[in-house]
């Protein structure tokens, strides 16, 4: 399920939204922002680490919608996206942080996007296999 250009455009323009208010001279510490989505009504809400609500977007495609993976797949493409384009690179914010989809309950469901200089997330797929190979290797080492 994709959201419509028209969607992902109001998705990515409530996250600048949210962006903007962390473009000051001052460095601003935020640990993550976190990203909420009500399967019923198809509303996200971004909030800070203290709950302040920064930005807010009806999302009509995820109305009805209760499938957590479908909202991490495109929240990560969008993210990613306006990273690749710099977006993210003016905000004056002490690194890292990071982007959270959470539940209702504002419990943690998965990292969205990490933003730290010196940090490289790997992504599942990279890692596919690797407790196999790693066993095989083990068992070989100790055969020696």
């Given at each position: 399920m994709s959201l419509s250009r028209e969607t992902q455009n109001r998705l990515q323009d409530a996250i600048e939204k949210m962006a903007r208010n962390y473009v000051t001279a001052e460095e601003t510490k935020v640990?993550?922002?976190h990203i909420k989505v009500n399967g019923e009504n198809g509303d996200l809400s971004i909030h800070d680490d203290d709950?302040?609500?920064l930005a807010r977007v009806h999302i009509i495609e995820w109305?009805?919608?209760h499938n957590e993976e479908i909202f991490e797949k495109e929240l990560r493409s969008t993210l990613g996206k306006m990273q690749e384009k710099g977006m993210?690179?003016?905000l004056n914010i002490a690194k890292p942080y990071s982007f959270v989809l959470?539940?209702?309950d504002d419990v943690s469901i998965v990292d969205l996007l990490i933003i730290d200089?010196?940090?490289l997330i790997l992504s599942e797929d990279l890692l596919a296999g690797f407790d196999e190979e790693m066993n095989e290797f083990l068992k070989q080492?100790?055969?020696e």
């Open positions: 640990t993550d922002f709950g302040n609500a109305e009805g919608v993210f690179e003016s959470t539940d209702d200089d010196d940090t080492l100790l055969e």
